[in-house]
């Protein structure tokens, strides 16, 4: 898959340019499905008002808002109990899956559960454009900083690994909501491998393999 992996979804101008140039057409040619699973799992998120306004295109994440030709709703926790002739086609067919924030372990879970995880290997044209847990589902790790949720397997902070490394979001200056560049240092201290610390305005482009930064504010590289 091309993956946009963000922090808090598509807040600049770079940050679409960099969508639109993985798409490969304009957004308002493109179809894309949204994903609110991780909101569910997360004390701070769902269920509720969040999910609306995430699927709603009403947050203060621009996803869904983008223009698209048409939006649906792939509801991950839902898939394991209909055949998958009615979800794959509909996967395999769509531009981009727009992933909500929230918990990763719980979108994790889910992402397994249902079969999508299975499937993203041979979506070679879609775009996988991820928001905060959306993002970090995609790496090896969280970090026990991130853990809100405990899988039925128990402790655990692995996800799925399809880069190779690990995502701290919400990079905010001191006293500001988000995560402190001290607190993130604390974070890659537990974690091996290179990590990626970026905050709201940056995103992570992958294409197959090759690792682009995309940002208009702040963000740092941290080898393992």
Known sequence: MKLLLTSA????????????????????????????????????VGPGVRPWQFISGTSDNPMVDLGWASVGVL??????????????????????LL?????????????????????????????????????MVMTPRIGQDFVQWTPPTGPDDTTLGLVDFAIC??????????????????????????????????AIEVVDGTVRVVSEGQWTHLPG
Do not use: F
């Not at 993985?22 to 004390?43: D, M, R, V």
């Not at 924030?101 to 992402?111: I, R, V």
């Not at 979506?123 to 905060?132: E, I, N, P």
């Not at 919400?170 to 970026?198: C, F, R, T």
């Open 169 to 202: 979001p919400h990079l905010a200056p001191d006293g500001m909501p988000g995560n402190s560049m001290a607190e993130a240092q604390e974070w890659a201290a537990s974690i091996p491998g290179p990590k990626y610390v970026i905050d709201d305005e940056t």
């Open 9 to 44: 979804g598509v807040k600049n101008a770079g940050i679409r340019d960099a969508l639109v140039g993985l798409l490969g057409k304009p957004i308002e040619e493109s179809t894309a499905l949204c994903i609110p699973t991780a909101q569910y799992g997360h004390p701070m």
């Open 75 to 96: 509801e991950l926790t839902a898939l394991p109990s209909i055949d998958e002739e009615r979800w794959v086609p509909l996967v395999r067919e769509t531009d981009a």
């Open 99 to 135: 992933v909500a924030g929230g918990d990763a372990l719980y979108l994790c879970h889910w992402m397994r559960e249902s079969g999508l995880a299975d499937l993203l290997p041979s979506l070679d044209r879609t775009v996988w454009v991820g928001l905060s847990a959306g993002s």
